[in-house]
């Protein structure tokens, strides 16, 4: 496992010794557990990120609402997802607390959501969702979050496919080629 990934994940190993070594002890500090692989990729990914660079990211989510605990227990769930630059954060944070009104817990619980595409995934997904919903397909209980995390495939299959017989709509919705505009009501979120 470790060498399939250093393998792949070559350039933390490039790092200066004296910076490998500081990385290695600061993820050891945060409480990884070393025989598993988010430890050799919180090493990765916090020795791509310097530590200016991660206190300006961490300033962008806590611009945000998100806690430094929050912050801290996404990094131990996804650890790439700091890997994301401060544009990307501060556009993808911003569409999620602003437009969608999810709680930066919620998004701290799910850092994976950080790293989607705003362009590609999130907006034309939530276009669907949105197009289904004003057609009365899906209700109040759905939940935002796993259709979001689902892999394309996945989306495709469960929003796009099953009903664009019913509804054609859901095809260039999920081209984006349906503006978002909200949902109608509030979606459950955790």
Known sequence: MVMKFFMSQSRSLLLPTHRF???????????????????????????????????????????????????LSALKTKPSYILSSENKIRKVMGF??????????????????????????????????????????????????PALRITHKKFEEKYVSKYQNVIPEVVEAHRGKIQFRGFPFELKLD
């Open 21 to 71: 070594t500081e990385v290695v002890e600061e993820v050891e500090k945060l409480g990884f557990d070393p025989t598993t692989m988010n430890y050799l990729l919180a090493v990765n990914s916090l020795g791509m990120t310097s530590k200016s660079l991660w206190e300006r990211k961490s300033g962008v989510f806590r611009s945000f609402g998100m806690s430094e605990d929050q912050i």
């Open 96 to 145: 999620f607390v602003n437009e969608l009104k999810i709680s930066p817990l919620v998004i701290s619980k799910a850092p994976g959501l950080i790293l989607l595409s705003l362009e590609k995934t999130i907006v034309p997904r939530c276009s669907v969702l949105q197009l289904l919903m004003s057609k009365g397909v899906l209700d109040g209980d759905f939940n935002l979050v």
